[in-house]
């Protein structure tokens, strides 16, 4: 094991914790020293200037150690193998090994604590330890450090540590006692880093929280649906015994919301069941039917809603999974524009910019609300995103993205949050041919 212990920077504890393994490592390398300069039946000094630990080392001429001496240097080498097993381990370990005095100044520092932490061992001797401690966390790691300065141990405590590049990773600490000569000089921590666990709980979390979602959306829009069918029908049937023209003409924009609930039910419930069935299908035949569906919502907005098909190309798509990918985009740009407002949809045949560099369409809806903050952008597509409180889920996006990822597709999107210019743009990309389809035929 390398020690290195600049002596100006370590306090007198560290020091002393070190002697030990210092003294060791200096008769080592003296013994090795002296078998290469003296030969077997030598007798010889090293010293070690930086421990100043002597020793000596002899043996008989005929180069085998008397009884005596031959048991002395066995304990020693003995003790030596054994601090060599427990360098080999530290240095092998894929926890990060610290140790500390007890005002945390760092006396050593093993490779994997260069891995976790982005920090060289030479650039944390004799620094203090704070500099790996967010400064939230700053008194639990005191109140830590006093309780094993009293000689206790703590095990797996789940704390917050910083890289060098600022970035914050979970760990878990055990963190011990260093006693040398029955006195406590420093502590040994252990840190395991925890962060791709936590992520993985996290994500298992927020699956089991999606699926009662899910289950809940479907359970509702179902129940919904046989009350739904039967005013559908009622106000069907009014409508020819009414002979009052206002009656008639509300009577006819109720059937229209109806109709706008009950898509939506449909949808809902084809979002969870529809997950075979594609086929071909035009985004024409997909947006406009959608537009007119949201219409009563713009107009109330007085939001104008214009659509542009370029081109208007077939691919291969689950209709119902289409459709709620676009009202999602459809009813975020409504969501984000102030009355008066406008949104552009515009369709066209096209070939990714990069990569495979497939031909397919690409769908671009625009609009002109207050744009989404850089700070924001990374967000978008995690679940349970949202800035509209209780208004929204924040699942709109990222069930987007889902989808986008069984139809092989991508989404960009770009926006502008400078004052009096400010947009977003979503734009989506959908091959014209879907791989997976195409090699499971
Ligand atoms: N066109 C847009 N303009 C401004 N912000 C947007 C736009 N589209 C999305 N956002 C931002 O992205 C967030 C996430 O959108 P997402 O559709 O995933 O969830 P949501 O709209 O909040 O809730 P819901 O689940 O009801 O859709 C929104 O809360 C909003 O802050
Ligand atoms: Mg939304």
């Known amino acids: 094991m390398q020690v290195i212990l600049p002596a100006r920077e370590v306090t007198d504890s560290g020091k002393r914790a070190h002697m030990a393994i210092m003294q060791e490592e200096s008769h080592r390398r003296g013994r090795r020293a002296s078998r290469k300069r003296e030969g077997r039946g030598g007798i010889l000094e090293a010293d ?9 080392l002899s043996s008989e001429p005929d180069g085998r150690f008397s009884g005596r001496r031959q ?7 003995k003790v030596h193998d054994a601090a060599q097993r427990l360098a080999a381990i530290v240095e092998s370990s894929n926890d990060a090994i610290i140790g500390k005095d007890l005002n945390g100044i760092v006396t050593s520092w093993n490779p994997a604590a260069e891995q976790m932490f982005g920090y060289r061992a030479e650039e944390m001797f004799g620094e203090s330890i704070r500099r790996i401690i967010p400064p939230e966390v700053l008194p639990d790691e005191e109140r830590l450090m006093s309780a094993v300065a009293r000689g206790e141990r703590t095990e797996h405590y789940e704390t917050l540590r910083r890289k060098r590049d600022g ?3 979970e760990v878990s ?9 029955s006195e406590i000089v420093g502590v040994a921590s252990i840190a395991r880093d925890i962060s791709q666990q936590k992520k993985v709980e996290q994500a298992l979390n927020t699956s089991e929280k999606l699926a009662a979602v899910g289950r809940l959306a479907a359970t509702i829009a179902h129940e919904i649906n046989n009350p739904l069918e039967a005013i559908t029908n009622l106000v069907f049937l009014a409508q020819g015994h009414t002979k009052d023209g206002d009656g008639e003409l509300f009577l006819k924009q109720a059937q229209q919301e109806l109709e706008r609930v009950a898509l939506l039910t449909k949808q809902t419930l084809g979002f969870y069941r529809e997950s075979k069935g594609a086929r071909e ?3 024409e035949e997909i947006v406009l039917p959608l537009v007119a569906a949201f219409s009563a919502r713009s107009r109330l907005k007085q939001v104008s809603v214009e659509t542009e098909f370029r081109q208007n190309p077939t691919i291969v798509g689950v209709p119902g999974e289409m459709r709620q990918l676009f009202a999602n985009l459809l009813n975020n740009s409504i969501d984000a524009v102030k009355d008066g407002g406008r949104i552009r949809i515009r369709v066209s045949a096209t070939r990714e910019r990069s990569g495979r560099r497939r031909s397919g369409v690409r769908l671009t809806i625009s609009d002109n609300g207050p744009g989404i903050a850089p700070e924001l952008r990374k967000k978008l597509f995690d679940p349970f995103f949202t800035t509209k409180r209780e208004l929204g889920t924040g699942l709109g996006l990222w069930i987007t993205s889902n989808i986008l990822c069984k139809h092989e597709g991508n989404i960009r999107m770009r926006s502008s949050v400078v ?8 734009s989506v990309f959908l091959p014209e041919r879907l791989e997976a389809v195409a090699s499971a035929a």
């Not at 048991?71 to 080498?77: L, N, V």
């Not at 600490?173 to 000569?181: D, G, I």
């Open 48 to 56: 070690d200037a930086r421990a100043q630990a002597a020793f000596r």
């Open 71 to 77: 048991t002395k240097e066995g304990q020693a080498r």
């Open 167 to 169: 970035e914050c990773i």
């Open 173 to 181: 600490l055990t963190l011990s006692p260093v006693f040398y000569r």
């Open 281 to 283: 299908l035009t985004l």
């Open 419 to 426: 004052p009096r210019k400010t947009w977003t743009a979503f």
